[in-house]
Antibody
Framework: QVTLKESGPVLVKPTETLTLTCTVS??????????VSWIRQPPGKALEWLAH???????SYSTSLKSRLTISKDTSKSQVVLTMTNMDPVDTATYYC?????????????????WGQGTLVTVSS | DIQMTQSPSTLSASVGDRVTITCRAS??????LAWYQQKPGKAPKLLIY???SLESGVPSRFSGSGSGTEFTLTISSLQPDDFATYYC?????????FGQGTRLEIK
């Protein structure tokens, strides 16, 4: 059974750096072409893709947030880490990680299944 | 980035109804589209990928169609468990984008 679980702080202050960890089980981060993504959802709003990383360490970032995001993985720990710098109250959201199933036709992208339960991060002083 | 627009934003329907949700892309995405169902306080759940491929375990009353820029998600006979918010997602581009969501509520 494939599962993903997010962990990290519940509350961060404005200007601080957020570090979130996604721990996966049921598949290996070294599996060919498998990826893990981060997606967020502000309260009552739509989903927003942030970043993903593939088994070959290929990475992709949201155009609008690229300057603030870093994604990395530790295969031995089955973990994917996302950092987001200079946090602002508008970044308050539930942050999800999800397994990215790769498109056979379009390299570096795909769809998400399954998702972690999500973790709510509030940005406030 | 490719913009995804869903309509309607909110849909009121009754158990047993046939409903259709539309998702339009700002440029052609071939068939590279997925649909998700999200219930309050829960993570999204994959329903359909590649526009019309039903994910294993998803009831057959769900179906997807379309290609290019216009796509639909159809629920043939609404069940009480289907009242939720639905999102489309394109993966034609390196930069993945979602629709704004369609909330399906009980009439």
């Amino acid at each position: 059974q494939v599962t993903l679980k997010e962990s990290g702080p519940v509350l961060v202050k404005p200007t601080e750096t957020l570090t979130l960890t996604c721990t996966v089980s049921g598949f290996s981060l070294s599996n060919a072409r498998m990826g893990v993504s981060w997606i967020r959802q502000p309260p009552g709003k739509a989903l927003e893709w942030l970043a993903h990383i593939f088994s070959n360490d290929e990475k992709s970032y949201s155009t609008s947030l690229k300057s603030r995001l870093t994604i990395s993985k530790d295969t031995s720990k089955s973990q994917v880490v996302l950092t987001m710098t200079n946090m602002d109250p508008v970044d308050t959201a539930t942050y999800y990680c999800a397994r990215l199933l790769p498109s056979v036709a379009v390299a570096g992208t795909g769809w998400f299944d399954p998702w972690g339960q999500g973790t709510l991060v509030t940005v406030s002083s | 980035d490719i913009q995804m627009t869903q309509s309607p934003s909110t849909l009121s329907a009754s158990v047993g109804d046939r409903v259709t949700i539309t998702c339009r892309a700002s440029q052609s995405i071939s068939s590279w589209l997925a649909w998700y169902q999200q219930k309050p306080g829960k993570a999204p759940k994959l329903l359909i990928y590649k526009a019309s491929s039903l994910e294993s375990g998803v009831p057959s009353r769900f179906s997807g169609s379309g290609s290019g820029t216009e796509f639909t998600l159809t629920i043939s006979s609404l069940q009480p468990d289907d009242f939720a918010t639905y999102y489309c997602q394109q993966y034609n581009s390196y930069f993945i984008t979602f629709g704004q969501g369609t909330r399906l509520e009980i009439k």
